[in-house]
């Protein structure tokens, strides 16, 4: 079965600081990575998702996120948080062998602090 | 990014009653939509998926008679909580996707409050 860690519940960083979102996976097959954003009381965003290529994709708002294989990581990360980032971050994988539904981790809560 | 819209964004209904949460995909063809519920400080718990045209897939420990899903057009899927109670408030969340391959795009979300 198709699966996703987020082994961090909350992530504290400074403003203009490197910000990481860790997620890993395990899959059977080749992964379909996505990263996706809730803001309170809203539904997700879409940011990036790794299908093939390159294992460095960039993605919306300026995050990007970088597939690792021999890790099975696919951790988020944005070279320099706004207080505005501040919000819940979902890792999901799609889950081919069950008709392509998303599998998500359990969430990280991103403080980004002025 | 596609526009799914979700309404009505908030609810609160009376025990017993029953409330219907549309979701539409504005710009683009749904071809599957799922339906989600998440607690607070939670991750999202899929509860159900539908193709158009054909019966909704529930996952298991969801009630289909109790969540009614009808995807009766690409652009329209509908969620049904009947003789809501108030352990059903939550947040319910819809998503749609165009083909097995494309991105999943998420509806605004329906806080759900049962009195």
């Known amino acids: 079965a198709q699966s996703v860690a987020q082994p961090e519940d909350q992530v504290n960083v400074a403003e203009g600081n490197p910000l990481t979102v860790k997620c890993t996976y395990s899959?059977?097959?080749?992964?379909?990575l996505f990263w996706y954003v809730q803001y309170p009381n809203r539904g997700l965003q879409f940011l990036l998702k790794?299908?093939?290529?390159?294992?460095l994709v960039k993605g919306s708002y300026g995050f990007e996120a970088e597939f690792n294989k021999s890790q099975t990581s696919f951790h988020l990360k944005k070279p320099s948080a706004l207080v505005s980032d501040s919000a819940l971050y979902f890792c999901?994988?799609?889950?081919?062998?069950?008709?392509?539904?998303?599998?998500f981790g359990q969430g990280t809560e991103l403080s980004v602090k002025p | 990014g596609a526009v799914v819209s979700q309404h009505p964004s908030r609810v609160i209904c009376k025990s017993g009653t029953s409330v219907k949460i549309e979701c539409r995909s504005l710009?683009?063809?749904?071809?599957?939509m799922f339906w989600y519920r998440q607690f607070p400080k939670q991750s999202l718990m899929l509860m159900a998926t539908s193709n158009e045209g054909s019966k909704a897939t529930y996952e298991q420990g969801v009630e289909k008679d109790k969540f009614l899903i009808n995807h009766a057009s690409l652009t329209l899927s509908t969620l049904t909580v009947t003789s809501a109670h108030p352990e059903d408030s939550s947040f319910y969340i819809c998503s749609a996707r165009f083909g097995t391959g494309g991105i999943s795009f998420f509806g605004q979300g329906t806080r759900l409050t049962v009195v």
């Open positions: 899959v059977s097959g080749n992964p379909y």
């Open positions: 710009d683009f063809q749904a071809t599957t």
């Open positions: 790794y299908i093939t290529g390159d294992n």
């Open positions: 999901a994988v799609r889950d081919i062998d069950q008709g392509g539904k998303l599998i």
